[in-house]
């Protein structure tokens, strides 16, 4: 997986760059060239190219990738100024290393055009929302032939709370609004409200790969949002705790209802009387399974049927694209940008004048400025024909046996 070079291996490599001279790949129209540092790197970089490359432009991004010791090292960077060979571009804020790919992401060949469209249903709901995605599908949740039953459903956590609980509630967004503390952080995180024991504290770390509860970090930075200042954070949180031991809950957790990027509810589960073992990460697992389940169940009732939007194709700006994956932009009013959101898949038609690639693709990152929003995506299902294609359209050369991870998914 890549991650960033620290600042100070950032500037050894700028060192060997320079001072080994060390090429710099880039690829555009299906040509590769070799970039070289011109002077070392101070606050600016000076590259000379082995060749002219045409329809260079100030304020343009250029994507450069170097290997060095068996690692390939990969940036982007700001263009200021072309004249001739030389190319002036600004210092890049972050170099990635430990690539898992060996091939450059590349400027969009002016003959290709891109096409997105979600893939599955869309919804606007006026439920609270929150900036990711949460997939409900059938195939993620128990195999139930009741499920879409939403009284079975209740019947059925009223016998499993039983166990491990004493008492619970489901609230729905929709008849009521978020009022309480627990109910608004909830809503606004999407993550659960989990106190294990009231005699302890926070979770201080979320064991899940796709974070899903509120650890006391996060409930800090909600109660500074709040205005709570610095210095009483510690002793606020502290304190929401104690009062639930002396209000006679021993035990707590809240879990969100998610439907996409909605938070349609809440199941609330508590322990009041001594003696009962505390909650833990099992049964909330479970909690976490039985609200898919009932989300799914309510979107199969038609639940959310009045909120669901045309599923149209829309172009975005695609600032670079590789065989693994590609990287777009779309402005803040654009209308689809606030429900592109991470984990959502697209559907991407990749038009090429003799081919059309149609592949499944998903957000891994979202990045924001001023005027504009930014998505990575990985490609998630293209089949080898269309890896093969690609990666020869992209590079302008065949494929050899050193680019057979490409094949097998491994990019």
């Not at 100024?81 to 890049?92: D, G, L, N, Q, T």
């Not at 060996?102 to 400027?107: A, M, Q, S």
């Not at 994956?325 to 090429?352: K, R």
Request: glycine content about 4%; aromatic content about 12%; charged content about 25%.
């Amino acid at each position: 997986m890549a991650v960033p070079a620290g600042r100070i291996e950032a500037e050894f490599y700028f060192k060997v760059l320079f001072y080994d001279k060390v090429p710099l790949k880039y690829i555009k129209d299906r040509v590769e060239y070799n970039l070289f540092l011109d002077q070392p790197v101070v606050d600016q970089m000076v590259l000379r190219s082995d060749r002219p490359i045409n329809n260079l432009k100030p304020q343009a991004k250029i994507a450069l990738l170097f290997s060095y010791r068996g690692q390939s090292v990969d940036f982007t960077s700001e263009i200021i100024k072309v004249s001739e060979k030389i190319i002036i571009c600004r210092v890049p804020e972050k170099l990635h290393k430990n690539l898992d790919r060996n091939y450059l992401r590349v400027d969009v060949p002016s003959d290709i055009k891109v096409l997105f469209a979600f893939r599955g249903d869309r919804y606007n709901l006026s439920f609270p929302r929150v900036a990711e995605y949460e997939s409900v599908a059938a195939g993620d949740l128990y195999s139930n032939d009741n499920n879409s039953n939403i009284s079975e459903l209740i019947k059925q956590l009223t016998e499993m709370v039983k166990n491990f609980a004493d008492g619970y509630k489901i609230v729905n967004f929709k008849d009521k609004k978020p009022e309480t503390l627990e109910e608004k952080i909830v809503s606004e995180t999407g993550k659960a409200l989990y106190l294990p024991s009231t005699v302890g504290r926070f979770p201080l770390v979320d064991p899940y790969p796709k974070k899903r509860i509120i650890t006391e970090e996060i409930f800090k930075r909600y109660l500074e949002g709040t205005g709570v200042e610095a210095d009483y954070l510690g002793e606020t949180c502290t304190r929401f705790v104690r009062n639930k031991f002396n209000e006679g809950v021993y035990s707590d957790a809240w879990v969100p209802i998610l439907f996409h990027e909605y938070v349609v509810g809440y199941i609330h589960i508590w322990i009041d009387k001594e003696g009962r073992m505390p909650f833990d990460y099992t049964m909330l697992d479970s909690l976490f399974q039985f609200s898919k389940v009932l989300a799914f169940s309510l979107k199969e009732s038609g639940y959310f049927d009045t909120g669901k939007i045309e599923n149209e194709p829309f172009e975005g700006r695609v600032l670079d694209i590789s065989v693994s994956g590609l990287l777009f932009a779309c402005p803040h009013d654009f209308s689809i940008a606030s429900l592109l959101l991470l984990d959502s898949d697209l559907t991407i038609s990749i038009v090429a004048p003799n081919r059309t690639i149609n592949v499944v693709a998903k957000i891994v990152r979202r990045l924001t400025d001023k005027a504009i929003v930014y998505f990575g995506c990985r490609f998630t299902s293209m089949v080898p024909e269309d890896t093969r294609f690609l990666f020869e359209y992209l590079y302008g050369r065949q494929i050899d046996d050193a680019d057979s991870a490409f094949l097998s998914g491994q990019v």
